[in-house]
């Protein structure tokens, strides 16, 4: 029985476009009130996903829409560092 990896998809919180989530950069509000980029996708807290996109990010850079969904300021590292692993 060969059985097949479910395909797990998520919302872009910025684009609203329905990716499969290993297109996805999860960045998550840890209990603690921390926001970090999540690439393991395991972290506790609440989550975002957004679309591994240049524009994408710096489009929800601009328009605070992580701010809004994970209810806490997001700190521009977070940001940067999504770049940084885009450009690889």
Known sequence: MNKEKKLVLRTCVCSKEVCEKKDLFRVVRTPEGNVILDLKGKANGRGAYLKKDKEIIL????????????EVSVPDNVYEEMLGLINE
Do not use: R
């Open 59 to 70: 489009k929800a850079q601009k328009s605070k829409v992580l701010e809004k969904k994970l």
